[in-house]
């Protein structure tokens, strides 16, 4: 395909074209951004003078000028412009405000010590257009007793309640890894974002969204609704259910049984072959499974570990046993399922030239014809955007001077 032709796909293609979004705050709202720049949006990120955390975080590697590249803020900066302002200085209110009356959407987070200027707990900004969407994620929300707490991925994993039903039933509780949390909230975000954009509103005003990251963690099903209708609060054990549920080591790989419903005993039996060991009618009794766990898990172990992974999810799966393959990430990027439907794509890298990254985590018909390039210095678009907000150099070079861009 020409460059011609797959430039006029975007345009046809990306329901986001033409929507000018503004990132600022940092890593809560950078996936939701991201989400929003595969859909076309003109996504114009804010970064302090001296950049984002995000440019600082591993893995790292050498560019060209010598310097370290971070290749997870790569990820998510690709596709976006980046435009230097220190965002929490009120100097830089004339400058915010040029940017945000052209502004669709607004993602913005804050934390106590740098606090996003403007921003109050409506969520408003005073410097957004009126009749933009401004989309506030934070940690724990702008209102309510810890609206100034501070929050990690970590930390909020640990604060839903999902950290105490991970991990091995012997030993400490497992965290899940990376910003896992903090996106969980980006993907939301820019769900919300996208609707609000393109759903149409018969009011002049905009729309004003609080999300928070401890409100859209706890809300998973792993431990709340458990013990909203039955009282039961699930521990590591009784997460996955008794046996057959859980992780089992096959021949060749993993396999991860979820067999929460009564008959889902029966249905695993009989595709191990019904062995007379597991035969025995009391096990088909969930609490008694529980109470027997190290009992079962040693008889079906030795069974398990005779089947292929593959073999063993497509006969359960056809007898009607919720399973899937387990994998570690680098059996889960050379998957040939994966592979097929060409979910890793190879895009440009600054530190590396280009890099194999997971492409977009929807697909469409025809697919988005996006146009990717790397993540660039905190000040690369500045002028540029500033020509086209008609500011002009006398009063740009008054703002180099206070330290505002």
């Known amino acids: 395909m020409s460059d011609e032709s797959s430039e006029a796909a975007t345009e046809v293609d990306a329901p986001l ?46 560019s060209s000028s010598g310097g370290r590249v971070s290749l997870d803020h790569e990820y998510l900066q690709q596709t976006k412009r980046s435009v230097s302002v220190d965002w929490t200085s009120a100097q830089a209110l004339p400058f915010l405000r040029r940017v945000g009356a052209s502004a669709d959407a607004v993602l913005v987070t804050t934390r106590p010590g740098r606090a996003v200027v403007g921003l109050t707990r409506g ?15 934070t940690a724990y929300g702008l209102t309510g007793p810890q609206r100034c707490w501070r929050s990690t991925p970590f930390t909020a994993f ?35 974002v996208q609707a609000s954009l393109l759903t149409g509103r018969d ?31 699930p521990d590591r054990r009784t997460n996955f259910g008794p046996p057959p549920g859980g992780v089992w080591q096959c021949r060749d790989g993993r396999v991860d049984i979820a067999a929460h419903a009564l008959h889902h005993w029966s249905i695993f039996v009989d ?4 062995p007379d060991e597991l035969a025995d009618p009391l096990y088909e009794d969930r609490a008694m499974r529980v109470q027997l766990f190290d009992l079962l898990t040693e008889l079906i172990t030795p069974y398990m570990a005779q089947w292929g992974a593959a073999e063993f999810v497509d006969r359960a799966q056809d007898a009607g046993l919720p399973c899937a393959l ?28 280009s890099v194999r990254v997971p492409g977009h985590p929807f697909r469409s ?34 703002w180099r001077a206070a330290g505002v861009v």
Do not use: N
């Not at 003078?49 to 600082?56: K, L």
């Not at 969520?123 to 994620?137: E, G, R």
């Not at 595709?271 to 019904?274: A, H, N, P, T």
């Open 17 to 62: 074209r033409g929507k000018r979004i503004i990132e600022v705050g940092g890593r809560m709202v950078s996936y939701a951004g991201r989400l929003l720049a595969d859909l076309g949006a003109d996504v114009i990120v804010l970064e302090r003078p001296a950049g984002e955390d995000s440019r600082r975080v591993p893995p790292l590697a050498a």
């Open 123 to 137: 969520p408003t900004l005073d410097w957004a257009a009126d009749d933009a969407v401004v989309c506030a994620v």
């Open 158 to 192: 640990a604060g839903s309640g999902l950290m105490s039903v991970t991990g091995p039933v012997e030993g400490p509780p497992v965290a899940m890894p990376g910003a896992h949390m903090f996106d969980l909230a980006g993907v939301r975000a820019a769900y919300l």
């Open 203 to 233: 009011h002049t005003g905009g729309v004003a969204i609080d999300l928070s990251v401890h409100e859209a963690a706890s809300w998973q099903k792993l431990t709340i609704d458990q013990f909203d209708t039955s009282g039961r609060i």
């Open 271 to 274: 595709v191990l072959g019904r």
């Open 326 to 353: 387990s994998f570690a990430p680098g059996e889960m990027a050379d998957d040939p399922h994966m592979a097929d439907r060409q979910f890793f794509v190879t895009v440009p890298s600054i530190a590396l030239g």
């Open 365 to 398: 018909q025809p697919p988005l014809q996006v146009q990717r390039r790397p993540a660039r210095p905190a000040d690369a678009d500045t002028e540029t955007l500033c020509k086209e907000l008609g500011v002009g150099e006398e009063e740009l070079s008054r």
